[in-house]
């Protein structure tokens, strides 16, 4: 035991990560792991809402555990692990989905868009907060750390952790959302929030080939060099913020005079983003010559989850009344 705070996150695997996961999530939990206990999910279970060919999963999976090592998460200090090798979670979310109402679920933003869009919503769709609140619950997090996207997420959490207190007894510790303000939404080439479900993204471990083709891909107004350009509106000076460091200010004095145009400021991002991420893609290339330790990192990690999680349910299986002890 430790008395530091403990921290669960997770990132679902259903196609490579993006900028915008890294800056929102990912580059968080490095700076997180030294300070907490942290806990690191690869949400396959998640991931089967969407994505039914096993090939892709599995190779999914292993992707999100080599991008979780290659952004210099330490298997020694948190535990990396999949959902399913904690079955526990599936199991606390059919306790979850007896407590809670299918109105309260309807609420959700992500079943919203999905009934605006006319889209066929599966069961695992709709309940797909309450695997979430499990994940989450079962480990008793103080914090939750994550992007925008998926506070409300959280907040089912906290509500469904409520509930279940307040009809079975204290059990649940109630977590708290960690959103990065200047980070929580990234948007993507076209100006939204960057989602692989909008095709804006700009991939993280892309080659420079890739990576130089989205950059120059991003929107922009139709303003030329020589014309002054608003720095606050503009999508491309967005990412610089994230990318540009010290440069920073000069980028910003030049897109007010008018001095810069879109290309030469899109040339500066893609050299500006390629030397922050070709040293992690280079660990990644590494790490991937060494597949079986990724197999073992995995493996250690679902043991240590497992630990705590199957605790939690002896616990909660009592307080149900599905245990006869
Ligand atoms: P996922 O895989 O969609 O995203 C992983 C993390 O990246 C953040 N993110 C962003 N942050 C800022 N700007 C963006 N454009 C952007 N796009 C994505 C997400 O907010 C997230 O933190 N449901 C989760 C996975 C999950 C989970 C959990 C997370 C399952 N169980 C328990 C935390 C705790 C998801 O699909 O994230």
Redesign the pocket.
């Known amino acids: 035991m430790t008395d530091k705070k403990r921290l669960?996150?997770?990132?679902?695997?259903?196609g490579r990560?993006?900028i915008?996961?890294?800056?929102?999530?990912?580059k968080q939990f490095v700076n997180l792991e030294d300070s907490h206990e942290s806990f690191f999910?690869i949400?396959n279970y998640?991931a089967l809402t969407t994505l039914h060919n096993s090939d892709e999963l599995k190779e999914n999976t292993i992707d999100v555990a080599l991008d979780y090592l290659a952004i210099g998460l330490d298997p020694e200090k948190s535990v990396i692990f999949m959902?399913s090798q904690v079955p526990e979670h599936t199991e606390l979310a059919w306790i979850f989905n007896c407590i809670t109402t299918m109105p309260y679920l309807m609420r959700a933003h992500a079943f919203k868009d999905a009934e605006a869009k006319n889209k066929e919503v599966s069961v695992g769709t709709f309940d797909?907060p309450m695997?979430?609140a499990t994940?989450?619950l079962i480990y008793d997090p103080d914090i939750?750390?994550?992007?925008?996207?998926?506070k409300q997420?959280?907040e089912f959490?906290r509500d469904t952790a409520s509930k279940f207190n307040r009809i079975f007894g204290e059990t649940f510790k109630l977590p708290e959302v960690q959103i990065q303000e200047e980070?929580?939404?990234?948007?993507?080439i076209d100006g939204q929030?960057?989602?692989?479900s909008y095709n804006n993204t700009i991939s993280l471990f892309a080659s420079d080939d890739e990576l130089r083709s989205s950059v120059m891909n991003i929107v922009t107004d139709s303003k030329g060099e020589g014309e002054s350009k608003d720095p606050e509106t503009s999508n491309l000076f967005t990412l610089h913020k994230h990318f540009s460091g010290d440069k920073l200010q000069d980028l910003e004095k030049r897109y007010r005079d008018g001095s810069i145009g879109y290309k030469e400021s899109k040339e500066i991002l893609y050299e500006d983003i390629k030397s922050i991420v070709a040293p992690l893609r280079e660990r990644r290339e590494n790490l991937k010559n060494d597949i079986g330790s990724v197999h073992s990192i995995l493996k250690n990690g679902g043991e240590k989850a497992r630990e705590y999680a199957s605790k939690k349910m002896d616990e909660v299986r009592k307080k149900v009344g599905v245990s006869l002890e």
């Open positions: 669960l996150s997770g990132v679902k695997p259903t990560p993006h915008g996961n890294y800056l929102g999530a990912m999910m949400a998640h959902q797909y695997l979430m994940d989450i939750v750390p994550v992007g925008q996207d998926q997420h959280v959490a980070v929580a939404v990234v948007p993507g929030k960057m989602s692989k």
